[in-house]
């Protein structure tokens, strides 16, 4: 087993993920096991306890100030999240990316101010190319010029064409910069000796780690409201009362169970077929469109409480406007996902979303 | 906080098994079908569509033996979607077999399983549902037609007098399931209505079909006066018809009705992009993938409320989720279409994909009345997230 | 004075009107007199009466099926509403824009079958090209599939390439057409024998005549909505009571309120100046963004009522949809407004939205 | 039914000549102001530049001599929307000359106005307002801070207790106009408030500023212990306090503010519009165009409800139109900007344009809560409407 089970205690058995695994592969098999194993929940519970002990507000403050996190991500390391998805031979948990959606959803929640979904997505590049892993956290960059955590010096799993290369950024001559949820993103000089490339997608499993952290921050922003609305009292009764927030928390509440199907129905399709580019750009789009609009129902619930420094919300709300652009916006990906549609057809648009796409 | 279960789920192999037969029985049946019948998809009424489904075995498959198959609910998923992505024209036994059959099982007696369950899973005995009237629309507490206790040449049952209206497609069926006043209402608002199995052919009830906006004659205004009905075609217990509805309502909550009323415009719209020359459709592209990526998702949902009901679970407040955002869906199609085609749809003169989207861009606004406004839907979120 | 004033006993005087226009050309003089002047009241009123008086449920629904509303033409033509646009020295009422807007809001609120606009806008673009006014109702058409009102043989006036030309289409060989506001819209043969060309914008004036329109039919459809709300009861009070319809007729309200004043804008420039593309832009994109809205939001509030034939709400909703449409998409105009705004330069975007181009 | 009434206007020719003038003066002293300090526009601080718009005789230009010179609220219309399209940073005497000194003009004393009014009209006092507390932010009738008839010294005045929150600018402000609880609330909770001017400098007042997300320090609490306030420095009658601030909230909320906030960005946008290749461009001209047919049909509007205010009447509803749509259409901007630039906003280490866009993407959300909340907006408007 990998590491999470050595510190965290929890004991899920190989034998049945290798259960799972061959019957997933099994021909002709479609269904599958439950989404929430009971791995997976132990997995969950693991990340969010860790996140909820390593993250209060001095260390949030602190991490966007530009302060290196050390605690949390040692125990993040410790407790092998960030190596969910590479295979137990080479040091990791052997996990599947349905597994890491449950740590990335939590990370999302927890707006966790270290480069774990990166890790996880260039691992698992690395992995599937076949190349070495390094040490430490990785960063994932698909724009050289927003470079998140480079200035830490974390080694960079950077798009280059439509293939890869792994690089070690000097850290001396990067200016530091951040996105608007204040998680550093550096720009790198380009004219570093690139490694051999390697084969990989970068955009889309830059986008698939974002859409499962987006999913967890929307859930949590539903959550926050939802407690608020409960508590906060105008005109002699709780906000919550009101027809008007009720029928914006409906929305809301609508948002979060698509971003989290959407995002989830990525991390399955790429488990189970490999090939993942109509999930994955679907996955974008929907929790890029779920975080707007969670963003702008949250800030209109909260009114002014919520634009202040003390209050919880904006780290939320301005990571997701962050996530929503990076590794692609929704325009971005729509167009590539609708070019996608009308290439394959009218007359194959039921055929592929069923998966059936011949009648017998 | 009370949450939202939404499990991806995978539909099963028994279901999935389904998928090729039914696809090559719709694509042989509807050949030729035109793109504007199959955009009116469950409004088009076609009995003997209804009657060769009932002969394929695919109406009432999930109910016991010896009315039906005792086959799962997802497998009638799978059949459903199949038809509605088709456009098949389903209406004739579409109430029948969603709502009033399943309501037959769960409260009806042997008498009425035996008399009419049948029919139904023929596609031979269509239904309608009488539950609004001139002045509830929503608020079915405040009917006013009403069932008073008589006995007539012996028979012991009820005279009912008064309107139903927004009755689909009554002018055509056999049976109205009515939701009748039977007594007080009482404190909680909701007490005092039974339901009841009303023929149609009665001496006493009138139907007058009203058409709609769009020149079809799919609502009716059906009037009571002096109708007799058997206590022997009373639905469930005397005063629990608002419990029988609430639960008869959430049925037709989460289905793949409720994102693929549209779906052959859809197909259309995604043909049409297709002949756009190459400096027009970056921004088509850009509306393609985001109804792609809707689609999906809100299919993926419903998947997964659909088995939670298999399952016998009760998600309500998911599938008033799905339907709210099915709706929404459904209805920005046609104005995602008009943008991207550039010219306005016709109703007749043009092509068969103006003609689809003319059609839509009309029916759209109906979606958001059936099984629950809007307003309503969020309200019934609102209280399951603990709201109200 | 033209027709109006004789068959209306109103009395609008020339004087007036020409030392407003004196006015509004005197050099250096930006201001204007009020828009709603006694006349153009007057105006409004003999438009409001006659559309009133001559529009019933079987007018309606005749013309719906292709009987010309003969009656209430007839109306129109006799008190010069059509000829609003034409010099009185030609036999017209020798008004200006912002007198045609009063009438063709009045025929949107009305929702009149009839082609009126077409007719007003043809004439504007006959009369400034010089070109010989045709007998009757005319025809204005960017699109030789739909054109409204062919088959009743009116003459027509057709965009040809970025001019126009005048034709009286066979109305044998026409087969017949309707938009969803079951208007006729035919196709016509192109192969007719133009006369000469004559310079002038088609599709903005038909955008122009449409977006007045709108203004009137979305105003309506408020009223409509506004009403029935105070009306209809459910769950014991009237629907306008709950928050939910309250806030959404608020956002209609806005709508209409936008609508109208764009409309009118884009008249009252292309009176000052005789160059409103941007204003006609902005004109066809609000009001046409604002019908979107308001159907949206009258079928919500109407409920089932709303979508029966009975009800008249559709009248206006259906043409709506046809409305916002035709003479251009609000996407065909956005993007043609948008290449004039970045085409002028970011640093001209507030001197143009102010009408002063250089600082002095 | 009662309606909304929206004449298009034109601003006069005396107003229309003071825009060269603004212009021109802008231009000379916004030479290198960078776009993301334009950004901020009314959240910038700058007394320095307050004070040259004073002695331009830009401030209070529309109050009686010897205040002001009698100018028409339309010229200073023309001021004011010169200031936000350049981004100049107006914070500093905002909230005074917009809101305290139109009041004092209206319900001071003439002691208030000789004491007051020429400060704010040279750009050298500055105001916030205490109307907001911890547990009331839209519902004023429930504010609990209290004053209490008190004599110190022989001079009869009020004892202050209690504490304001969402005080703009206060830490920077020399007076605060403070709603307090002088009396019962009575039978429609809005009666027992009154008016105060107080001196920030008095013993007892703390201010403590609270950094927002954008970790600006805009916003205060400002804590009153035992502050004596004279009574000359009530403003109005006792008891008149709520109807005084709705008629001063009413001056908020039609103003070019509600649309020009994120000007600045918008100019960037059609640059960066400009500069982008020709098959990319489609969808970025169309979001140009919509975004200019709202920002011109929302100044119209402006223009017309600042017309009828000039001419004496009481377009309450009309301004709460306005607010309701800039507010929106603000709030769009950062979107549509996001998805043409298809790159992530930064708030350090990109252009201008990029800063600029994380600015506004974070401020916009604090648009709606000026001035009344977006569902406060759309209940006065629904008021208007005649269905409360």
């Known amino acids: 087993m990998g590491r999470l089970t050595e510190q965290t205690h929890l004991t899920p058995t190989l034998s049945s993920r290798e259960e799972r695994v061959a019957r997933a592969d099994a021909p002709g098999e479609v269904g599958d096991a439950p989404f929430m194993t009971d791995t997976r929940h132990m997995i969950a519970e693991t990340a969010e306890r860790l996140f909820a002990d390593h993250l209060d507000q001095t260390t949030r403050e602190a991490a966007e100030e530009g302060t290196w ?71 994932l960059a698909d724009d050289a010029a927003r470079v998140p955590w480079a200035l830490h010096g974390v080694c960079v799993v950077a798009s280059h064409k439509t293939r890869f290369v792994v690089c070690r950024p000097s850290t001396e001559e990067v200016p530091p910069g951040h996105n608007i949820g204040r998680d550093p993103r550096e720009a790198i000089r380009r004219d570093f000796e690139p490694a051999d490339t390697h084969a990989g997608d970068v ?42 927030i009720q029928q ?14 959407a995002a989830q129905t990525a991390c399955r399709a790429l488990d189970r077929t490999g090939d993942a580019r109509f999930e994955i750009a679907s996955a974008k789009i929907r929790t890029g469109e779920a975080a707007g609009q969670a963003c702008a129902i949250a800030h209109q619930v909260f009114g002014a409480i919520g634009f202040t420094e003390e209050h919880h919300l904006h780290h939320l709300t301005r990571r997701l406007w962050s996530w929503r652009a990076e590794f692609g916006t929704e325009s971005v990906w729509a167009q590539r996902l609708g070019r996608m549609v009308v290439e394959q057809g009218a007359d194959a648009l039921w055929p592929g979303l069923t998966g059936l796409n011949a009648s017998p | 906080m009370p949450s939202l279960t939404f499990e991806p789920c995978d539909l099963p192999p028994e279901a999935e098994a389904l998928r090729g037969e039914a696809r090559a029985f719709l694509d042989a049946e509807l050949k030729g079908f035109p793109v504007a019948a199959r955009a009116r998809s469950w409004v088009g009424f076609d009995a003997g569509f209804s009657r060769k489904l009932g002969a394929q075995g695919w109406l009432g498959m999930t109910w016991p033996e010896p009315w039906g198959r005792n086959a799962s609910a997802l497998e009638r998923y799978v059949v459903i979607e199949e038809l509605l992505a ?74 009912v007098n008064g309107r139903k209206v927004w009755t689909t497609y009554a002018q055509h069926s056999h049976w109205m399931i009515a939701l009748l006043r039977t ?31 769009i020149g079809d004659e799919e609502f009716n205004e059906v009037t009571f006066d002096e109708v007799f009905v058997p206590d022997a075609m009373r639905i469930g217990a005397e005063g629990e018809g608002w419990q029988q509805v609430t639960a008869e309502l959430a049925f037709e909550r989460s289905g793949p009705d409720r994102f693929l009323s549209a779906f052959a415009l859809l197909v259309e719209l995604v043909r049409f992009v297709g002949t756009l020359p190459p400096e027009a459709v970056a921004g088509a592209h850009d509306a393609v993938g985001r109804l792609y990526a809707h689609l999906s998702t809100l299919r993926a949902l419903s998947i997964s409320v659909a088995t939670q009901l298999d399952a016998g679970a009760d998600p309500a407040l998911e599938a008033a989720v799905v339907k709210d955002m099915g709706v929404a869906f459904e209805q920005s199609i046609p104005e995602i279409a008009q943008q991207i085609l550039g010219v306005a749809p016709r109703v007749a003169g043009g092509s068969d994909f103006e003609a689809a989207l003319a059609y839509v ?28």
């Open chain 1, 203 to 244: 955009a889309a499993i830059g986008a698939l780690v974002r859409s499962c952290q987006m999913a967890g921050a929307v859930t949590q922003v539903l959550d926050l409201c939802v407690t608020y609305a409960g508590e906060r009292v105008q005109f002699g009764r709780p906000i919550g009362k009101f027809q008007a």
């Open chain 1, 69 to 139: 996190p050390a605690a949390l991500w040692d125990a993040v390391a410790a407790n092998g999240l960030d190596r969910v998805l590479v295979p137990e031979e080479t040091g990791g948990f052997g996990g599947d990316w349905a597994d890491a959606f449950v740590i990335l959803r939590a990370a999302g929640k927890h707006a966790a101010p270290v480069p774990l979904a990166e890790t996880i997505g260039a691992s698992w590049l690395l992995t599937q190319a076949g190349a070495k892993l390094p040490e430490g956290p990785l960063s």
């Open chain 2, 183 to 213: 007594g007080e209402a009482g404190e909680n608002r909701h007490g005092g209505t039974s339901q009841f199995l009303i023929d149609l052919s009665s001496p006493g009830v009138e139907v007058r079909p009203i058409r709609n906006m």
């Open chain 2, 361 to 388: 861009q009309q029916a759209c606004v109906s979606f958001s009345l059936r099984g629950g406004t809007t307003e309503i839907m969020r309200g019934v979120i609102a209280r399951g997230l603990g709201l109200r």
């Open chain 1, 248 to 261: 914006q928390l409906a929305i809301l509440a609508g948002q979060a169970a698509a971003a989290d199907m």
């Open chain 2, 86 to 159: 088709a456009g098949a024209p389903v209406a004739a036994h579409w109430i029948a077999e969603r709502q009033s059959g399943p309501l037959l099982l769960r409260f009806g007696t042997d008498e009425q399983r035996e008399r009419i369950l049948p029919g139904i899973a023929a596609g031979e005995t269509y239904f309608c549902i009488g539950m609004s009237e001139p002045d509830s629309g929503s608020d079915l507490a405040s009917i006013r037609s009403k069932a008073v206790r008589a006995e007539v040449n012996g028979e012991p049952g009820w005279v």
